[in-house]
Nanobody, 126 residues
């Protein structure tokens, strides 16, 4: 199982970015998938996650109106469309996956995810 995140970069406040996460060794349709981020000096936090069995999702309150997660089974990839970026969004962004059938309240928590990509840095300047 491997995940490779890409698409990060340096942008200005108000700009958009689309992060991609290419999966191999498993099907993204069969796993619960999530996007997480970790800012300097802060704990890793859940941004958006989607269960495999019914697509029920978790979206963080701070980003749910600006970020959208999607899953493409044909390309075996997941994406995070980020609009109207703010300096507070500066962080390393990770995609993660687990085959576990989690309850909805658990899919926001990084400790329940077994496989992680290497992370991609997003820097938003003011």
């Amino acid at each position: 199982v491997q995940l490779q995140a890409s698409g990060g970069g340096l942008v200005q406040a108000g700009d958009s970015l689309r992060l991609s996460c290419a999966a191999s060794g498993f099907s993204v349709g069969d796993y619960t998938i999530g996007w997480f981020r970790q800012a300097p000096g802060k704990e890793r936090e859940g941004i958006s996650s989607m269960r495999s069995q019914d697509n029920r999702a978790f979206n963080a309150a701070s980003t749910k109106d600006r970020f959208t997660m999607s899953r493409d089974r044909d390309k075996n990839a997941v994406y995070l469309q980020m609009n109207n970026l703010e300096p507070e969004d500066t962080a390393v962004y990770y995609c993660a996956a687990t085959p576990r059938r989690l309850i909805v309240s658990a899919i926001r928590s990084p400790e329940f995810f077994d496989h992680w990509g290497q992370g991609t840095l997003v820097t938003v300047s003011s």
